[in-house]
Every structure is written in C-alpha cells, then in structure tokens.
C-alpha cells in the first residue's frame, strides 16, 4: 500500500538530517507526569517514614506495601485499558468479588478440578465485560450508570449463588476434604516469598504490566485503542472498529480484576462476596492520579504503577500512624477528588497551549 | 403591537471579527431601517452568520460599533430588543406554549406564572390561542416557530433576524411567515432577513445587501432587485484560486461508482441516480440542509439509505471502497496524536507485524512518504497535530484518507477555512489522486470551490438533484456560480417538500 498517486514534488527529497526526533521539550512534557510521580512518591515516603520514627522503611513493611500495590496495578492497568477508550468502568470492583466467590464455590462447595474452577472466574469476567460493553456501546448507555449498574446487579447475584458466606480452601464445608495438592498449589500462586522475601505476587505484577505495556505501547491495538479514546467521532469516519476495541476494553478490564482477585484469595487463604468493594476508590485514583484521562486518549502503564505505588504507599503509612480507617476513608475521597481535578487541569493546560 | 421604534433603525459600523488567522467582518458597514426588510445575502463563509452572532450577543466583535434604534449596543439591549428567529426554534420544548410565552418574565413573587391580558391577546394575535396548553414539542415547526416571535413581540423586541427561517416549513407555512414578516415590518420594527432562496429575497425584501468577505459589498434596492441580480453580484469579485489544466483530465472516465434510486432513510435527499467514473471529480452543490451533505455521507456509509449503490457492477462495502473525510477537522483528526500518527492511523495490515504489534518503521515510512506527497509543513513527525496550521492540519486529514488508496474518496467542503495556498495544494492532490484512477466525490457550499477543482457538478436543493453542469463548460467561475444560484432557485423553495418536512418534524 503505497501513497505514489501523486507525482513526487520537485525539489523535495527527503533530508537524511530530517530525523524524527523528539524534542527536549516534548521529553520534558512527557516526562512531566512520571517524574513528577516519582518525587511524589519518594516525598510522602520520607514523611511517613520521619512521622513512623523508621518503622515505614522496615523491610517486612515494605514488601508487605508492595503486595498492597500488586493488586491496586493489577487491577489499575485493566482499568487504565477503559479510561484510554474514552469509557469508565466502575464494576471491576465487585467482579473482583464474583470472580473470585465463584471459582470459590465451584471449587470448594461442587468439588470442580481447581483449573476449571480458574477457568470459570476468568469467564466470568469476560461475561461481566461483555454485559458493560453491550449496554454501553451497542445499546448506548453512558459506561458510568451501565457500569454502576452492573456493579449493583452482580454483587447481589454474588451474594445470592454464595448464600453470603465466607470461603477457605483451609476449612471446607462439612463431608467435602479438598485435594491437599491442589491447596497447595493455589496457595503457591500467590502466597510464597521469591529471594528477598519478595511476595510472588510482586512478580505477577511485573509481569502483567509488562503484557500491558505491550498491548498499549507497541501493539496496534493500543494505538488505535489511543485514537478512539482521543476522538471517537473520527475514529468513526476514519472506520476503526470502535464497538470491537471498547468490548475488549471492557473485558480485558474484567480479566485483570478477576486475575488480582484469585491472586489475592490465594495469597489471604479466604474470600468473602464484598472483598474488592475497598479496592473501588485506591484503583480509581491511582489511575487518574497515574494520567489516564477521564475524557480519552490518555493512559500509561508507567503512569498506573506508579499511581498504584503511590496509593500503595499513602494507605500503609496511614495505617502504621494508626490514623484510623475514618481518617483513611476521608482521605482517600480527597485523593479521588484530587485526582480527578489534577486531570481536568492539566487537560485545560495541554489544551491552552 | 404597541412597539414605539425611535427613527433610527440600525447602524452597523466597522464591525471587525477575526478567527485567529481568518477574518470572518472586515469593517462591515450596515443601516437598515425602521419598517423595512433588508435581506442579507452572501456566499458561505463571507461573514453572514458572523454577522448574527454579533447581533444575538454570542460572539463579541474585535472592533465597531453597532447602534439600534439610537443606542449603542450592549449584552442587555441585545437580549431585549433584538429577537433572532432560527430555523430551529430555540425554545423549551418540554414546556406549553403560554409558559414559553412567560418563561424569562415570571417575576421574583414567587409562585406559577399567570398570562397577563396582554399575553393573551398577543397568543390571539398570532392564532396561537387554541395550542395555548400544548407542549410546545408536540408541535409542528412552523407554530414553534410563531411561538419563538410571539415571545419576541410581546417583549417588545424592536429588530427581527429571520436566520434561514423557512428552509424546513412547508409552502403554506412560508406564505404565513411572509406575511407576518411584513406586518412586523409594517409596525415600524427592523427586520433583517438571512437566506440562501434569493427568489425570497426579491420577493420579499425592501432591499438586500450583498456581503462578500466580511464587508458589505453593495446595497441592492428596486428596480435592480431581481433575482439574477443577486444571483450575479454573489459572485463577482471572487478571486478563483488557480484553475488546474482540466482539458487534458481524462473526459472518457469508466462508470466506477452508480447511485440508482438512492433514496435517504429520512427523505433528506430522495430518488438519486448519479454516476461516477474513474478519474472523475464529481461535486455535490447545494446549502445546508439541502441534503447534499447527508447524499455525500450515505455513498460513504454513515447514512442509511434504500436504493442501489455499485462499485464496478458490485455493490459498494462502505468498509473497504470508500474513505470519507469530514468537513471539521475537529472531526477527522485525533488531537492527542502526533502528525506523524495521524497520517497512518487508518493504515491496517500495512502497520501491523506478527502478534499484533505495531510495525513502527512501516508506520514511519507511511507517514514520511504522505508527508512529502501531501507537502505538510512539520517540524517533525512527532509534532502534535494541533501545533500545525490549518490548511497543513487539513492536508494530514485528506492525506491519511487518500494514502489508503482506496477506489473512491468522499470529502466534505476539503478547503472550509483553508489559506489560499494550501487550497490550491489541495486541488492538486485531489486532480492527482483522480488521475492516478480513483473517484472523488465532494460535497460543497462555495461555488468557487466548485469551479477550481471539479470536473461536473450535481446542484442539489431541497433533496432533489435539480440538475448537472459541466464544469469545464465554464470559462470563469461567475458564470458558473450563477448557474448553480439559478438552478438552486428554479426548484420551488418551499414547495414539493411536504413530505419532507413531515417527515422531519417527526
């Protein structure tokens, strides 16, 4: 596919010093967000760890925290995948709590083999974010109530199949002894400590980011991901399959809620129907705080883990200051509310310029 | 009507309003009287919707001064005295028609608005009193409409500005509009009259005034009121950009593209048949809300239609034969792409490597070849796309859209708010793309448009083709701008759209 349909112009030859080269300024611009994370980040560590008397930078603090930001990434990076679209999903957190209750119960309550239990939380997901992308981009429902409303409908549909209770691989209902391997080996997922004492959770995390940074930054699927987000009524004229991207935008949002989940279960040994409930607010802001815009267009794997650091970060220390879960609660709505007008701001600069 | 207007009418002088780089009033000088109707009449983009704006209160002018009846202008007088009637009432539909009578004007007591005698005999006067209780949405254009100006008069506004107001009434609507047009008139209010029906202007206006790039180039009273007159004076004076070398463009196109009884969803355009060949450049004339810009959409694919459309004998896949660009650049580039990306966005397989990944050099390639192809000025590939002009914005659009190759290629007005350079550049890369094989279908509203770049032209109006001209028949663009004006007008204005109108309302 080749543009010759018009005669070369005279006098135009491409210049070999006519290199695309970002500029110092576009560097500064870009870098703008992540460094300025990263100061942030190292800031607040600072203070807690001054206010904490050191007790912050224990190691066993440390890497606990970072188990904490495993989950909020995790989730975060599916969640970032729906920002850039240009749509919102507010169900990831009970979906975190469906996914999970049911591989629990299809596992521990029907005796299924623990992989096909694993299969049917993925699935679940992937239902749950077809259910929001077709009520949201074929029915035309703005993805905040749709999204809002799923949330409501499956976790009462949690509560009701799971009968609201509490499930443990460790304490089976009476009469069913579960297959000690497959504990284990579920345990294993999550809950055993690489060199360092580093939880493996950390290295799902790693990995999965990695897989997100090549499905937005070097996958054509995230550059036209970018470009429905930024503009969808272009998006439309130009024929990019918009319906097909925000469906798969909405399930791989799902998958990633239900993946952190299982992770989660594994590694606390227990999982009851409202568990991902108090992950809603930490996710969402760690991804506006991380530069993925509420309008489009917008999002970044460096920016989420850092947003997720960040977060990670500032609920740890409130808990060692023992401020309270009231005062952690007011907090986190003032980081929410930051966030978001932090995005509006800089959205108003880009656009002034 | 107890409206007491003092003598002076309205005095527009040296109005200026620049767009950035684009001056929309260049000192637009303008008096119209009290008690007459001064028609305004002007090919698109020559500063008449500017104009209203200004007059409404909803852009501030760079400079000038406009007085109305002996005072200057100010965001209240405005609000108060001057009334404009748009085509679509701008009103609150979810409300009666007595409340949209009062809403404004309930008073700080408290409580529900009551009609004060004089609503009432101002609903009587304008026959409004049996839809009195009727939610204004439930009815027909043309009563919202009598609604908008009964609110006007009863707050006695003293200018009226009619903004292409019968472009969707029916013929019997129209004539009630018209007379009560003049009857406003009559009571000694000024009422200006914006249209694109130059047979309404003559018919109906005491005198109309010519604007031509912001300034008003003459003032048109009997007995030189006429129709062609206008139809003329609307296009001297156009500076035609460079006409390419059209003899030598090939006259013996293949049928590539065949519209048989195609046919709008909504009867916004009804029964075309239109060809188009290999090598052609076919442009759709006709104003807004002609249903020229909804045809040119539908061959693209955004409009549901019935009838045939083929491509070669086959039926048209929208997906793959056509690539349409927008008028609005706001709707045709990504503003939080590069340049770079927003030349090769719509390439597929071409940028795409195993797994999906994203096949930078190719893409960089793409866009370095379209980059020198399409002469866009950039500093660099990876400039944003908002850093640029407008004309080289403009050119990435068109760019991204042509480098598919694609065998037809639909634009909407692809030089709207362009520099005259990158217009004629444009040109040429339509004509290059034409030569090269493809078909080029576009929509215009400037005549002059028409004359530099197309081979034909199918003037439509009111939905209808009302005929095809040839337009390398043309010597200059005038004769052939009055040929469109003249065909545009000889369709009856208002009538044979019954349907239509019904229709839309609907």
Not at chain 2, 152 to 163: E, G, S, Y
């Amino acid at each position: 596919m080749t543009t010759n349909l018009v005669d070369q112009p005279v006098g135009h030859v491409a210049d070999p010093a006519d290199r695309e080269r970002p500029t110092v300024a576009q560097f500064l611009r870009a870098f703008a967000r992540v460094g300025g994370l990263m100061a942030t980040v190292a800031l607040v560590m600072v203070v807690f760890a001054a206010a904490s008397d050191g007790l912050f930078l224990y190691p066993d603090n440390l890497l606990g925290l970072l188990r904490y930001m495993s989950t909020i990434a995790i989730i975060g990076l599916g969640l970032t995948v729906v920002l850039v679209v240009g749509e919102i999903d507010l169900s990831f957190a009970n979906l975190y709590g469906l996914s999970a209750m049911s591989m629990a119960v299809a596992w521990i309550n029907w005796g299924w083999p623990l992989w096909v239990a694993i299969l049917v939380a993925l699935a679940v997901a992937v239902l749950v974010g077809a259910f929001n992308a077709f009520f949201t981009s074929v029915v035309g429902i703005p993805s905040f109530i749709a999204t809002l409303g799923s949330s409501t409908l499956i976790f009462g549909f949690t509560l009701l199949f799971s009968g609201a209770q509490r499930f443990a691989p460790a304490a089976p209902p009476p009469g069913r002894t579960m297959d000690a391997g497959e504990v284990e080996f579920f345990r294993g997922l999550s809950n055993q400590s690489l060199p360092f004492g580093v939880p493996m959770q950390v290295l799902w995390m790693i990995v999965i980011a990695l897989l997100f940074w090549l499905l937005l930054s070097r996958s054509l699927f995230g550059f036209r991901l970018k470009a429905i987000g930024g503009n969808p009524v272009a998006a439309r004229f130009a024929r990019l399959p918009v319906r097909r991207y925000k469906f798969w935008a909405f399930c791989i949002a799902g998958l990633s809620a239900a993946v952190a989940a299982l992770l989660d279960f594994s590694f606390i040994g227990s999982i009851q129907p409202d568990a991902g409930q108090a992950l809603l607010f930490p996710t969402f802001a760690a991804v506006v705080i991380g530069g993925a815009s509420l309008q489009g267009g917008r999002g970044s794997v460096a920016g989420t883990l850092l947003g997720a650091l960040l977060l990670a970060v500032i609920a740890n220390g409130l808990a060692l200051l023992a401020a309270g879960s009231f005062a952690q609660q007011m907090f986190l709505g003032v980081v929410t509310i930051g966030a978001v007008v932090l995005d509006q701001l800089t959205r108003n600069w880009r656009r002034d310029r | 009507m107890t409206a007491v207007p003092g003598p002076d009418g309205v005095v527009i002088e040296g109005l200026v309003k620049r767009y950035g780089d684009t001056v929309a009033l260049a000192g637009l000088n303008l008096a119209a009287r009290s008690g007459e109707i001064l028609g305004i009449a002007g090919p698109n983009g020559a500063g008449k919707s500017t104009l209203v704006k200004v007059l409404a209160g909803e852009v501030t002018p760079d400079a000038g001064t406009i007085t109305v009846q002996g005072r200057p202008w100010s965001p209240q007088l405005g609000a108060s005295r001057i009334a404009i009637v748009h085509q679509e009432p701008q009103l609150f539909p979810n409300l009666t028609v007595a409340e949209n009578l009062l809403a404004g004007r309930e008073g700080s007591r408290g409580g529900r608005p009551r009609l004060a005698p004089a609503d009432v005999d101002m609903l009587r006067e304008t026959d409004l009193l049996p839809f009195a209780d009727h939610l204004l949405g439930d009815l027909p254009l043309a009563l919202q409409q009598r609604t908008e100006i009964a609110r006007a008069l009863v707050r006695n506004a003293d200018v009226f500005l009619f903004d292409e107001p019968n472009s969707a009434l029916t013929e019997d609507e129209s004539a009630e509009l018209f007379a009560r047009m003049h009857t406003i008139a009559d009571s000694g209010r000024v009422v200006f009259l914006v249209t694109h029906r130059l047979a309404e202007l003559a018919a109906h206006a005491d005198r109309v005034a010519m604007i031509v790039d912001g300034s008003c180039a003459m003032v048109l009273a009997p007995p030189e009121l006429t129709e062609e007159r206008i139809a003329r004076e609307l296009v001297v004076g156009r500076a035609a950009v460079t006409r390419d070398d059209r003899a030598d463009s090939r006259r013996d196109a293949v049928p590539l593209l065949a519209l048989t009884g195609w046919t709008h969803h909504r009867a916004k355009f009804v029964d075309v048949t239109m060809q188009l060949g290999r090598g052609d450049i076919v442009a759709v004339v006709g104003v807004e809300g002609s249903g020229g810009r909804e045809l040119v959409r539908s061959v693209a694919g955004f409009e549901r239609t019935h009838g045939d459309a083929t491509l070669a004998g086959r039926p048209v896949r929208s997906g793959g034969d056509v690539a349409f660009v927008a008028a609005d650049r706001a709707d045709s580039l990504f503003d939080n792409l590069s340049v770079g990306e927003n030349l090769y966005i719509r390439q597929g397989p071409a940028i795409r490597r195993r797994l999906g990944l994203l096949k930078r050099s190719a893409a960089t390639r793409l866009a370095r070849q379209a980059r020198s192809d399409f002469l866009v000025k950039t500093a660099s590939l990876d400039t944003p796309i908002r850093a640029l002009s407008g004309g080289n914005q403009q050119k990435v659009a068109i760019a991204a859209a042509l480098a598919l190759a694609p065998p037809v290629v639909v634009l909407e007005e692809p030089t709207r708010g362009v520099d005259i350079s990158s217009k004629a550049e444009i040109y040429r890369l339509l004509r290059g793309f034409a030569d090269a094989g493809g078909a080029v279908l576009l929509y215009c509203t400037e005549d002059s448009e028409v004359f530099d770049v197309a081979d034909r032209a199918v003037v439509i109006s009111a939905g209808r083709v009302a005929g095809e001209l040839d337009c390398t028949e043309f010597s200059d663009a005038e004769m052939l701008a009055e040929r469109i004006a003249l065909l545009t007008a000889a369709i009856p204005v208002v009538g044979g759209s019954t349907h239509q109108s019904t229709g839309d309302a609907a």
